[in-house]
């Protein structure tokens, strides 16, 4: 978890009014990294693609009020989580009442003054850090550290949907521990924990890039989601874990000689359409693996859906 101290937060500034973005900005800029937009159509482009730690948004502007805005952006899976805190010169109780009811964390009143800036700025970042930090444990399987099957359900989703938009591949690569019972039956359960480490370790050094995610599935098996990616390419990630697992020795926890293990993989490719589904790629890469042991173990075996 990276520390607030340790980065610069970012903040989306929207307001039609230049001296209201300057004046924002002014108090702020020294403490976090800065965007703005004057229009409704813009921020919200704006919001999906820079991904801001907190939005601070006028109420009042001309081709979209703050309500609609805000509206959006709780409609949309890419920005509904991302804090909106109201900027604006109404004073009236039912208009603060109407923003906090829509999803609205705060408001912020004009003329600003920049300690009450600073110190309700500051209190929304601290509150984005403790939920990411609540969500980043809740979603990750507490022996290996990936991601769990949680996590894995809601990043497939999001994925799947920008892949169906962008008429992009989607790869799924499905590992599983060769004998893997036979390893706990002949050193113990321990030893199983720590072989499940180790795949893990290995596993999450090849699935590295931002965009893809690698998982503990169950028992000992792991599952890679892989985005923009071509089932050549799955097929090469996946024999290079299966290589990198192949001439990894795991440490023998009881002290014996260290051991040997080997994976078998199932890799399977779709561009999303109404055509096709997760279940369907995910059931494609299943069999795959199936496949895989059936013919001798320690191999990839891959499927076009």
């Not at 482009?45 to 509206?71: C, H, N, Q, S």
């Not at 805190?85 to 912020?108: P, R, W």
């Not at 051991?259 to 561009?271: H, Y």
């Amino acid at each position: 978890m990276v520390k607030m101290a340790d980065k610069k937060h970012s903040i989306l500034i929207i307001d039609d009014e230049n001296t209201n973005i300057d004046a924002l900005s002014g108090i702020l800029r020294s403490d976090y990294k800065l965007f703005a937009t004057k229009s409704g159509e813009a921020a919200l482009d704006r919001a999906r693609t820079e991904k801001p730690d907190l939005i601070l948004l006028d109420v009042l502007m001309p081709d979209m009020d703050g309500f609609e805005v805000l509206a959006r952006i709780k409609a949309s899976e890419e920005t509904m989580k991302i804090p909106v805190v109201f900027i604006t010169g109404l004073t009236g109780v039912e208009d603060e009442e109407k923003g906090l009811s829509m999803g609205a964390v705060d408001y912020i009143t004009k003329p600003f003054k920049a300690a009450i800036v600073k110190a309700r700025v500051k209190t929304q970042i601290m509150v984005v850090e403790q939920m990411r930090m609540i969500e980043d444990l809740s979603g990750r399987d507490a022996l290996t550290g990936l991601a769990n099957r949680r996590r894995f359900d809601e990043r497939f989703a999001l994925e799947w949907k920008k892949a169906l938009r962008e008429q992009k591949p989607v790869s799924v690569v499905m590992i599983d521990i060769d004998h893997f019972k036979r390893l706990n039956d002949e050193h113990g359960h321990a030893q199983g924990d720590a072989a499940l480490r180790d795949m893990a370790s290995l596993i999450s050094h090849e699935i590295k890039r931002s965009t893809d995610l690698a998982t503990r599935w169950g028992g000992e098996e792991f599952v890679g989601i892989l985005t923009d990616t071509s089932l050549g390419d799955a097929v090469a990630l996946g024999e290079a874990i299966r290589a990198k697992v192949e001439s990894t020795l795991i440490k023998n926890v009881s002290g014996g000689a260290d051991l040997s293990v080997t994976v078998s993989i199932g890799a399977a490719c779709v561009v999303p359409s109404a055509c096709n589904s997760t279940e369907e790629l995910l059931s494609e890469a299943d069999k795959r693996l199936y496949e895989a042991k059936q013919s001798g173990r320690n191999r990839v075996c891959p499927r076009t859906v």
